[in-house]
């Protein structure tokens, strides 16, 4: 199994579970407020690593996939709505960023 797919099963079994026990049943336990302001740490982290820390990039950025992995299970989402998502966008015609959006 793909390390992102099995990290999102992990990610799964961790909601309802007992807090005190595992640093993802906490984050799910405080909300998606908490959730979303880690994932902003996280992306502000990986920011300043790309710019001034170039050796801590991938542990960086693979602290933003797993609490971006957090939020969009917390929303009943998951990777394969992202990699749909993405699909449809490849499939659109001269990669047309507008046209690849939704009309809002
Ligand atoms: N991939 C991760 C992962 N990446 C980052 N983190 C945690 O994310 C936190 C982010 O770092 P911070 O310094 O900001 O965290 P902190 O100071 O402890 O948190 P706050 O008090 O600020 O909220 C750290 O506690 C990291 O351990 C992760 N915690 C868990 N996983 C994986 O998630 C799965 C479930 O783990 P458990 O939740 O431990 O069961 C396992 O596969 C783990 O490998």
Redesign the pocket.
Known sequence: MDPLDR?EA??LA?RGADPA?????SLFAKGRPKIAQ?LG??AVETVIAAMAQPDKLVSEA??LV??LIVLLADAGLGLDDVRAELSRRDGVSGHDEKAARPAS
């Open positions: 990290l992990t990610i961790r026990g595992s640093y993802t049943a880690k740490e996280e693979a602290d797993f609490h």
